[in-house]
Each structure stands twice: as structure tokens, then as C-alpha cells.
């Protein structure tokens, strides 16, 4: 039997976070352990430490990685706010774990790395692994700072993507929402990418902070619901209709004349799109957020809460929210089967979706036991890896034209492999 002290004091966030954190923490005297617990009760440890961390951060993405290594990644108002969580873990993993009567404690290591949000993730991920190397040996927490993108390069990328919105070098790439009880297709979120003429394939998180950034978000998401307009009318064509939904950044819900345009373009189009929001966009100027989400209710596009639960969550704004999906913020989903709390998170934000008359879904589904576990909590649809990474129009299609979605079968979990089969993704 596991037991964990229960006291701990959680570390929030602010509105202000401009700073993206990763925090690689490491068990240090996992063999140690071993030789006294044994390799199964050795395995349990990333997990224990992994449930703890989300206790202390409740904020942060945690994620076991093998039985030694767990990561948090959150964000902050500035690189020295890793120094302050750092000593909060610190000072909760010196009270003992209990493991079948046996007092243990987990010694930790840290490495980490901090960057203005928008900069590269690789070398986040990359200055975090060497900072964690130097700890090993320096016994005691590094902190790596990368470097931001030169102003210069904002500059030049945020012109070659102006050029690249003109010469519809974007793509999009869709990733499938599957109804759990009506074991079928619905709909699909869109996710733009750059195919870039040198660079190839650039991902969302290398363009978008700087298309906020320089005023070309409203131009890019433009044409990705033209782009997504014309991918639903080819999906039409072949006797698919699923209704696309597209991310809004939060800085467009008070732009009057991308409202206007959007609206302009659904309602002279007849589409069948879905708006994605975060919560802490709507918190940015809740009165024009709220009646330009109306609006576009009026206009028949469906609203969806994105990443619930991972910001600052606001029930005086959710109700007011003419939303009818509700998005489970995977770091909540992927920790489902391996944490003590995220099930109480996710049943409870469930049962408060349904008595505000919305459907649930649960993104970052990538196990087969998640989604066992979501089906019987009422989950309405699931969208992940489980089910397919992000795929091109055609890929899509062909899985749709399969049809194998829609035969009948007792068992939810045999029902999806047909598309985890699809890999290319976009």
C-alpha cells in the first residue's frame, strides 16, 4: 500500500506568463532504491513522484518518462520562477513516501530550461537535457537559458509568412473527433502548418506567437477558414459531412473586422464550422469576447472551450459562453489511468459540462485504458493519438470512404484501430 502525505502547497500562474518553462526532474538514487524495494515496487516510484509534482504544479504538463525521468513543462513570468517550483519539490519530496510500511525517500535531480514563449521548442527541449547532464555531476539544480529569436529573424520570418499566406503555402491537417456512443466520426479539428519552400514542414508553435506577434494572425486565420470552407465542401462531395472546427486566438475576439469578415464568410458559404477558444482568451476583454462568440453563435458556428482546466478557469465566464463543446485539457487525460486526482478532475468537469447542456471532449487520448475509462464516465467524444495524429484532407478521406467507423461493435476499444493505421501526417 502507497501512501503519500497529503500536505502540499500549489504554485500558480498569472496572466502575465511570458516564459516557457521545462523542467526535466530526475530520480536520483532510483537504483539505490531498487535494491531495496525490488523492480516491481522500484517501476512505481516515476509515478508516485509524477502524482506528486501535479499536486505541487497544478498547472504544469507532467509526463513519466521511462521509470527515472518525469517532465514538467509550464509557463511563467520569468526564468527564475524555476528556481522557486525547483524548491517548493524540494522541500514536499522531503517527507517520505510509504511503500508496504517501508519509509522512503526519492532524492532528486533537476535540469532545466527557460525561454521566451515562441522560441524554438527543440532547443528548449535540448538545453534542458544538457542542463539536466551538468546536474548529475555539479549535484545541484541547472538552469539553461535559450537564447531568443533575434529581431531580426521575427522580422524576416514574420514577412516570408505574409508572403506564404499569399502564395497559400499553409496547409491544413486534420485530427478526427470520434462520438464515443454513436461510434462515428462528427467532426474534426483543423491545424494549420507551414509547408515553407527551404525550411519545409514548420509547425504551429514556430509561426503563430509571431503572426500574434506582428498583426498577422487575423489575415492567417482568415484563410484557414476559406481553406477548411473549401476541404468541407470537397469532404460534401465525396457524402462526408463533418463539421471542421478552427482555432481563434484569443486577440481576435475583440477584432471587429475579423468578426465581421468570419461571419461574412461562413454565412455566404453555408459551412459547418466550430470555433476553438481558450478560456484565458475570453478573460483578456470578456465583454467583447462574449458578444462576438454570440455572434458567431448566431451565425450557426459551433463554440468550443479549448484546453479547459489548464488555464485559469473562470465559472463566472463559462456560463456566460454560448459554447456546446467542452475540451479536457489533455494533461488531465494523459495521467488519467496513473494519478489518484485527474479522474475526480475529469468525471467532475464531465458532470458540470452536461448540466450547462455541452458535450465533452477528451483530447491527448493515446491508450486504449484511457479510453475505457472516459467511455464510462460519460465522455461524449475522445480526439488523439489513440485515434489518429493530425492527417491530410485525402488521408482522411480514405479512412472515411473505409467506413469502418460506422459497423456496430460491443466494445469500444476495438472499434478505432482503422484509423491509428493513418500516419501521414501533415
Not at 515562441?118 to 537535457?129: K, N, P, R, S, T
Not at 539536466?132 to 529569436?149: G, K, N
Not at 459547418?272 to 454570440?294: H, K, Y
Request: aromatic share 6%; hydrophobic share 45%; glycine share 6%.
Amino acid at each position: 500500500m502507497v501512501q503519500q502525505n497529503a500536505a502540499f502547497e500549489p504554485i500558480g500562474v498569472s496572466e502575465t506568463d511570458a516564459i516557457d518553462c521545462l523542467l526535466l526532474v530526475e530520480l536520483a538514487n532510483f537504483v539505490a532504491l531498487r535494491r531495496r524495494l525490488g523492480c516491481v515496487r522500484a517501476d512505481l516510484l516515476a509515478g508516485l513522484a509524477s502524482e506528486r509534482l501535479g499536486r505541487i504544479l497544478p498547472t504544469a504538463s507532467i509526463a513519466s518518462v521511462g521509470r527515472t525521468l518525469v517532465t514538467c513543462r509550464f509557463r511563467g513570468q520569468a526564468a527564475d520562477e524555476i528556481d522557486r517550483r525547483i524548491a517548493a519539490i524540494e522541500a514536499s519530496f522531503a517527507r517520505p513516501f510509504e511503500i508496504d510500511e517501508a519509509s522512503i525517500r526519492i532524492e532528486l535531480t533537476f535540469g532545466a530550461a527557460a525561454a521566451e514563449i515562441g522560441v524554438d521548442e527543440v532547443a528548449l527541449v535540448e538545453q534542458a537535457e544538457l542542463a539536466l547532464a551538468e546536474a548529475r555531476t555539479a549535484y545541484r539544480a541547472i538552469r539553461h537559458q535559450v537564447a531568443p529569436r533575434p529581431q531580426r529573424d521575427v522580422v524576416r520570418m514574420a514577412r516570408e509568412l505574409d508572403r506564404a499566406i499569399d502564395k497559400d503555402e499553409l496547409v491544413l491537417a486534420y485530427q478526427p473527433k470520434v462520438h464515443v456512443r454513436r461510434q462515428e466520426i462528427t467532426s474534426a479539428e483543423a491545424l494549420v502548418r507551414w509547408r515553407h519552400p527551404e525550411r519545409g514542414m514548420v509547425m504551429p508553435n514556430d509561426f503563430i506567437p509571431i503572426a500574434e506577434q506582428c498583426q498577422l494572425i487575423d489575415r492567417m486565420t482568415l484563410w484557414t477558414i476559406r481553406r477548411a470552407i473549401a476541404d468541407q465542401q470537397e469532404l460534401a462531395r465525396r457524402g462526408h459531412h463533418l463539421r471542421l472546427f478552427i482555432n481563434i486566438s484569443g486577440q481576435l475576439l475583440a477584432d471587429a473586422a475579423f468578426v465581421e469578415e468570419a461571419c461574412r464568410l461562413v454565412g455566404s458559404s453555408d459551412a459547418n464550422l466550430g470555433f476553438e477558444i481558450t478560456e484565458t482568451s475570453v478573460i483578456r476583454d470578456p465583454a467583447s469576447a462574449i458578444a462576438n462568440l454570440q455572434r458567431f453563435a448566431d451565425y450557426g458556428i459551433t463554440i468550443a472551450i479549448d484546453d479547459y482546466g489548464a488555464g485559469l478557469s473562470s465559472l463566472a465566464y463559462l456560463k456566460q459562453l454560448p459554447a456546446r463543446e467542452l475540451k479536457i485539457d489533455k494533461l488531465f487525460v494523459t495521467q488519467l489511468t496513473s494519478s489518484n486526482r485527474d479522474p475526480l478532475i475529469v468525471r467532475s468537469t464531465i458532470d458540470l459540462a452536461h448540466a450547462l447542456e455541452m458535450e465533452v471532449v477528451a483530447e491527448g487520448v493515446e491508450t486504449h485504458a484511457a479510453l475505457a475509462l472516459l467511455t464510462v464516465m460519460g465522455c461524449d467524444m475522445v480526439q488523439g493519438y489513440l485515434i489518429s495524429r493530425p492527417v491530410a484532407l485525402d488521408a482522411l478521406i480514405t479512412y472515411l470512404d473505409d467506413g469502418s467507423h460506422r459497423r456496430p461493435g460491443p466494445d469500444p476499444l476495438t472499434l478505432f484501430g482503422g484509423l491509428t493505421s493513418v500516419r501521414r501526417e501533415a
